[in-house]
């Protein structure tokens, strides 16, 4: 196992799961290796793909699958039954039924596996965040109700009848928190919060299922219990995790490295303890407990439902369950702030947190500002082109949109009619009578300004010494996440600073700060709303900020002032608050002033703007919106599936075995490797090598490799081998076995040259990593070395400038990505693929009755384009048969005349080294010993990979 792996797959201990899941190869390794070689070991000694996991505790988890998976563990485990109780005993053969049910399943899936997907999702579940491909639960998960054992665990039915789709929440808290008495009797209460109270509008448009921890560990054999109760008395499902699990995961984790960086807090790079902050236990507690809740969905979805997962615990949940569903609809949502990639970029596991993600159908944030640094992180950390409207990713589109929560107004106008809370409300008011009352709601954690806002409080008072004993601060610190040493450190300063400034401006009467280390009921929060003159809202950072909205609730009798930090999200929406930026003391305190000063026509036209908002923009219009437009994008999703198909293998397999002279017309650079800009970093691997030799070896074969880069480089890279080479993307051509080259260009004009280098050489000086490629009839201006938006950007400029100066002179300019290409006019690859036909018909070879054509998506259009009208015209060309036919493939999902798609470079290698393996082999042997004598000359210094591939080979 390489050192990688062992980064990414759990301790045996508390999780293992085979790397087939969790192991991220760089592209060059992935690139290099055979289907068989990115398997890991133990999948690979198996007769059939494996997908699945193997937990310790033996119970729910899927197992994984040794070489004899049924007889190796046998031994072991009857000497291990034989010292447990008859209970765990039991627990251990349910488990083991359980893994057997899945395997078969699995078996199942492999002999349905034909097309393409299946191919290169092996692939792919190394190269890439995701993979799409068939269900490998398809049959288990089908069902949603357990079979009781009676002693242990349930187990899934495999056969109950399917009902209509059902809504699965994903979130790492149940609504429910589940507790244990001292008398071992279980308790369950219903919290209250704003998701569920948002989620009650979705509720009534389908059936609806939470699924998410419950807080606390429950005992293996009491699971069963707890499961039917929460799923029967509140339709929730739990995701069980042990408390030193969920400690790494929830604590480690979330709370100690996603959530400070997402809220712009550096992280030190030691704790206090001398420990690493990021150590790899974390994430892997992270991964394992994301995949926990991966198995927890699969048990109960059914096709047709709707996943909407919630918030940073989850970010890998997406992926994980694409996976195995490939046609799942997920939406995900992130409560808390993205950040821009500057912060971003420090995750050391940056990459594979977005990848997760954008397994996602939709992605929703708060705010603008969010979703647009989420865009700019996926361009820049992972390459991606993205839009406002979001991301393609292996030819999967994650949309992202922009969805600012609410609450439920209507809780707030029950508890408002309440006689409690209106009587606790007159005795709030004569508690405070006379004074204004400024109201702080906040958990006591650092994103929050706790005491941003105590110093600019003792600022008022100090300035502004006439209110010294007219104002009360009332601040409710919620205990918070109290394990984690940044929490503990804030407790204490947050202390010191009221001690501090109730000491010096209080009096035996008056204290200028009331601070309330506790949670509060509802009922009196609602009163203190209620009573409040202006509420103080001064965090750092925060995803929303509800406290915001639910004072204005609150607020129509008394028409108090919000005062609200620019660095809330709700900031965005609030235009009737005062906006400050809380790292200004001076400034919230005159806010305050303005607050406590201002008359009350003012504070009514204020609040009604609040108000407005507020009630129209609540908890159930965003989710809502959410699901609504989760089901917009899924269906435009299925229709594009529909109208452009992955590449059916078996298909096109049966109709070139019909034909007797085949064309692969194969574009490299994009289609078959992933581009760089430097061609030398391009070398065909050997696996490239074998594949294409292999194709070759066919005599009814005619391979023709397209590329961008010069003649020169196309002999270097493919001279040895009888393939046909259009280099230059159409400039010069060489004929299938032949050794010359032909020159299409007509015009031997090369002045544009002399008028346009310039012009490139001063976008390159100021275009850091964008390089020039000179070749002998274009040039190409590479800038996928570039920053990302700036080369994007120079490109732009230089594109205008340079379509104005080519008006006139006998060159072109074509972008494609990642570079411009100024070419000859009238030269394109469609046309050198034309002529080409046309040099077949003139040397009376014989006629083609299937040609295969492979490309890189939008920029081959006017490929796929010419085969579609060649197609048309076959019957009046002698150099097609009468019947000829063709298939368009396009590397990537947004080509609109491809036939097919196959969802990136790995899928395309997969999917031709298995049309390759419909060919006779006789001369592969002597191919490929002329590549690897090639290769000598070519590799050098040779990478790790290729001299391993190679050796293999030998
Ligand atoms: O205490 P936790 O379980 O770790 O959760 C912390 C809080 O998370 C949620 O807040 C976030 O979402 C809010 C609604 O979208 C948003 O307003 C806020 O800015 C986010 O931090 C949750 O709503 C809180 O109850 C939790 O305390
Ligand atoms: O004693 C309290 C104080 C606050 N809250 C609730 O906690 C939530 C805080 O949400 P917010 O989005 O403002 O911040 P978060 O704590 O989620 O970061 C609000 O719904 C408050 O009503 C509560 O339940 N009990």
């Known amino acids: 196992m390489s050192g990688k792996e062992e980064d990414y797959v759990c301790r045996r ?4 799961t085979s790397s087939a899941d969790f192991e991220y190869a760089s592209e060059n390794e992935v690139e290099e290796q055979t289907v068989q070689e990115t398997l890991p070991r133990k999948v690979r000694n198996m007769s059939f793909k494996s997908t699945s996991h193997e937990r310790s505790d033996g119970s729910e988890g899927l197992s994984s699958s040794p070489e004899s998976p049924v007889t190796a563990e046998t031994q072991e485990l009857q000497k291990q039954r034989r010292e447990m109780s008859p209970k765990a005993a039991q627990e251990e053969i349910l488990a083991q039924i359980q893994r057997l049910q899945l395997k078969l399943t699995e078996l199942r899936d492999v002999e349905n596996a034909s097309s393409v997907g299946s191919h290169h999702s092996q692939l792919n579940s190394s190269s890439s965040g995701y993979s799409l491909h068939r269900p490998n639960l398809e049959v288990s998960v089908r069902d949603t109700s357990f079979q009781q054992t009676g002693t242990g665990e349930s187990i899934v039915s495999t056969n109950s009848a399917k009902v209509g789709p059902k809504l699965l929440v994903v979130s790492n808290r149940l609504p429910v928190t589940v507790t244990k008495d001292n008398s071992g ?61 969920a400690n790494l995961y929830y ?70 369950l694409r996976r195995r569903l490939r046609d799942v609809k997920i939406g995900f949502f992130l409560h808390i702030p993205f950040p821009t990639s500057e912060v971003y970029r ?30 700019s992180v996926c361009t820049r950390i992972l390459g991606l082109e993205s839009s406002p409207k979001g991301v393609n990713y292996h030819s999967h589109f994650a949309h992202v949109g922009i969805f600012p929560i609410g609450i439920d107004p209507n809780t707030f106008h029950r508890a408002l009619e309440d006689s409690n809370v209106q009587q606790r409300i007159q005795e709030l008011h004569e508690r405070f009578m006379g004074k204004k009352v400024l109201l702080g709601v906040d958990r006591l954690d650092y994103i929050k300004g706790v005491p941003h806002k105590l110093l600019a409080l003792e600022w008022l008072l100090t300035k502004y010494s006439e209110w010294m004993h007219k104002v009360v601060l009332v601040q409710i610190a919620v205990p918070t996440r109290t394990e984690i040493e940044e929490y503990k450190k804030l407790s204490s300063q947050t202390n010191e600073l009221v001690g501090r400034i109730n000491g010096k401006f209080g009096t035996v009467d008056h204290s200028p700060i009331m601070f309330i280390n506790q949670s509060l009921v509802f009922e009196e929060l609602v009163a203190l709303y209620t009573v409040a003159d202006v509420a103080i809202v001064s965090s750092v950072r925060d995803g929303m900020n509800l406290v915001s909205y639910e004072f204005v609730m609150c607020q129509q009798a008394n028409k108090g002032v919000l005062i609200l930090s620019e660095f809330a999200g709700s900031a965005q929406s609030l235009s009737g608050a005062i906006r400050v930026n809380p790292w200004n003391i001076e400034e919230l305190a005159n806010a305050i002033y303005e607050a406590i000063s201002m008359p009350r026509r003012e504070r009514e036209i204020k609040h009604w703007k609040l108000y407005r908002y507020v009630t129209t923009h609540t908890a159930e219009y965003w989710a809502k919106s959410f699901f609504q437009e989760l089901d917009n994008v899924v269906k435009h999703r299925d229709e594009l599936r529909l109208s452009l198909p992955l590449l059916n293998l078996k298909s096109v397999t049966k109709r070139m075995s019909n034909a007797r002279a085949r064309m692969f017309l194969l574009e490299y650079e994009g289609s078959l490797c992933h581009p760089k800009s430097l061609a030398e970093l391009n070398n065909p691997t050997t696996t490239h090598i074998k594949i294409l030799t292999r194709l070759c070896s066919d005599p009814r074969n005619i391979v023709v490799i397209i590329s961008g880069r010069s003649k ?95 008006s006139n002179l006998p060159v072109e300019v074509n972008s494609g990505p990642k570079h411009l290409e100024l070419r000859p006019k009238g030269v394109s690859r469609s046309t050198t693929v034309e002529q080409l036909f046309s040099i077949l018909r003139d040397e009376k070879r014989t006629m083609i009755d299937f040609c295969f054509c492979l490309g890189v998506d939008r920029s081959s259009e006017d490929l796929f384009n010419l085969i579609h009208s060649l197609k048309d015209k076959v019957t009046n060309d002698m150099n097609f048969s009468p019947t000829m036919d063709s298939i368009c493939c396009a590397v990537g999902l947004q080509s609109t005349n491809a036939d097919a798609y196959i969802q990136d470079v790995d899928g395309a290698l997969a999917a031709i080294r298995e049309l390759s393996s419909h060919t006779s082999t006789i001369t592969v042997d002597s191919h490929l010993r002329a590549h690897t004598n090639a290769l000598s000359h070519v590799h050098k210094p040779r990478r790790r990979s290729s001299i391993r591939n190679q050796q293999s080979l030998e």
Not at 13 to 16: C, V
């Open 13 to 16: 201990d508390t999780y293992s």
């Open 185 to 245: 009797a279980y308790h369950f209460n219903m919290s209250s919060g704003g998701l569920v109270s948002a989620l009650k509008g979705v509720k009534s448009l389908m059936p609806f299922l939470w699924i998410g921890w419950p807080g606390t560990e429950i005992d293996p054999n009491e699971r069963d219990y707890v499961r039917n109760k929460l799923r029967e008395d509140y339709s929730c499902f739990p995701v069980f995790i042990t408390d030193e699990q």
């Open 251 to 320: 604590n480690g984790f979330c709370n100690d490295v996603l959530w400070p960086l997402f809220h712009y807090v550096p992280l030190p790079i030691v704790s206090s303890d001398g420990e690493r902050k990021f150590d790899f236990k974390y994430w892997q507690a992270y991964s394992a407990a994301n995949y926990r809740f991966a198995e927890a969905v699969l048990q109960v979805y059914q096709d047709g439902d709707y996943i909407w997962v919630q918030d940073y615990h989850l970010l890998l949940l997406p992926s994980l």
């Open 346 to 375: 420090i995750i050391p596991v940056r990459k594979e947190l977005l990848q997760g993600v954008l397994a996602a159908d939709l992605i929703g944030f708060h705010t603008y500002d969010y979703a647009r640094h989420f865009l």
């Open 712 to 806: 020169t480089i196309l002999d270097n890279w493919f001279g040895n081998y009888p393939m046909g080479l259009i280099a230059e993307n159409g400039c010069d051509l060489k004929v299938n076995g032949g050794a010359e080259w032909r020159c299409l260009v007509s015009s031997s004009e090369t002045e544009w040259r002399e008028e346009l280098l310039p012009v490139l050489q001063y976008f390159t000086e100021r275009t850091p990593g964008a390089y020039i490629e000179r070749k002998k009839h274009s040039v190409t201006w590479h800038f996928r070395d570039a920053d990302p938006e700036f080369g994007s950007w120079q490109a732009n400029e230089l594109q205008l400038h340079l379509a104005e100066l080519c």
